[in-house]
């Protein structure tokens, strides 16, 4: 068992929230499109089916402004009376679609984002320390309630896919589940190993990510491993070659590369090469559609990538940006390019 840190709210409150159930309730789970996301969401679904809670909706989503608002209209439609939304930092993101929908129906968040201090009064709400991802915390919220043995590959996998094992009490529980990992092998581990394949499946299929869902639910892990080597193919293309294609900027230790790729892989490939200097700071972009979206890291933390993420999307239409001090994203439109790279620098 590892030990969660809890920001905000408790597992009391997250037992009442699923014990008070009425005839009429029917529930939805919201998650992140990432394996954190995904692994939130099976374990939220094998607590309620133990609590025999009907589930009326499961979707997986990009963090995004407004979500909390049409999502509303959704569950109008369906009928649904309690949702619960893991991974999503829907407190920062749209913060007035997620207060209006609390006075709608019965709201529970479970997030590990930074938390906006505005919600410090809210209740249904738990937030974790940062290294503490929301599958492990619905892992531990469910000790008693399912056959959480079962699933322990899958924690695992979330804890390294969302660098949760930087955490040294976090690292140790993986160590005592696979005792040969080390820091040094951890991404060629049993847990490594299942999260690639499972990310590169959520790349592959793209918006199909509850077909993966599906797939993970019924541990059939194997069956994505032609995927992923496509996928690790076009990453290592992408890797191997990022010095010859990227900006380097010395003063800032800054790495600013772009990925032209029918898949969505920028989040990979800049994990990938931030590995190689873990005191610099790496983004990289990629166009699609209209917009551009943006992955960042610093391996290290010596820079706080969510809060520059953020700056650098300020005030910009349809824009957004944030997530932790060693990993963080943005998105905005095609047209705003030139300025995020001015506030980049500055």
């Not at 990289?284 to 943006?294: A, H, L, N, T």
């Amino acid at each position: 068992m590892v030990r969660i840190n809890y920001l905000k709210g408790e597992k009391q409150e997250f037992l009442d929230f699923i014990n008070f159930v009425t005839l009429r309730d029917k529930f939805a789970i919201i998650s992140h499109n990432d394996l954190d996301g995904i692994a939130s969401a099976l374990f939220l679904e094998k607590i309620l089916e133990s609590k025999e809670v009907e589930i009326g909706y499961i979707d997986f989503v990009t963090i995004d402004r407004d979500l909390a608002k049409e999502l509303s209209i959704k569950f109008k439609e369906l009928g649904i009376t309690k949702v619960i939304f893991c991974d999503l930092n829907l407190d920062e993101f749209d913060f007035e679609g997620y207060s209006e929908l609390r006075k709608e129906i019965d709201v529970f968040l479970i997030d590990h984002h930074p938390m906006n201090p505005a919600i410090s009064e809210f209740d249904k709400v738990i937030k974790t320390d940062s290294q503490d991802c929301s599958a492990m915390t619905i892992f531990e919220l469910g000790e008693g309630i399912f056959d959480r043995e079962a699933w322990q590959w899958l924690n695992c996998a979330a804890i390294f896919s969302d660098f949760s094992y930087k955490e040294e009490k976090n690292f140790l529980y993986l160590q005592d589940l696979y005792p040969n990992i080390s820091m040094e092998n951890i991404s060629s581990s049993v847990p490594g190993i299942i999260s690639r394949k499972i990310n590169s499946a959520l790349v592959y299929y793209g918006d199909n990510k509850k077909y993966v869902y599906d797939l993970v639910k019924k541990r059939d892990v194997d069956s994505i491993t032609e995927v992923h080597e496509i996928i690790e193919d076009e990453i290592d293309r992408f890797v191997e070659n990022y010095k010859d294609n990227e900006i380097y900027v010395p003063e800032k230790n800054l790495h600013f590369l772009e990925v032209d790729s029918k898949f969505d892989i920028a989040s990979t490939v800049v994990t990938m090469i931030s590995k190689l200097k873990s005191e610099d700071s790496f983004v990289v972009m990629q166009r699609k559609d209209d917009f551009v979206k943006f992955s960042a890291r610093n391996q290290s933390s010596s820079i706080d990538m969510g809060q520059l993420m953020k700056r650098c999307v300020e005030g910009l239409d349809g824009a957004n940006g944030g997530g932790h001090v060693p990993a963080a994203a943005a998105k905005i439109q095609a047209k705003d390019l030139d300025e995020f790279k001015r506030r980049l620098l500055e």
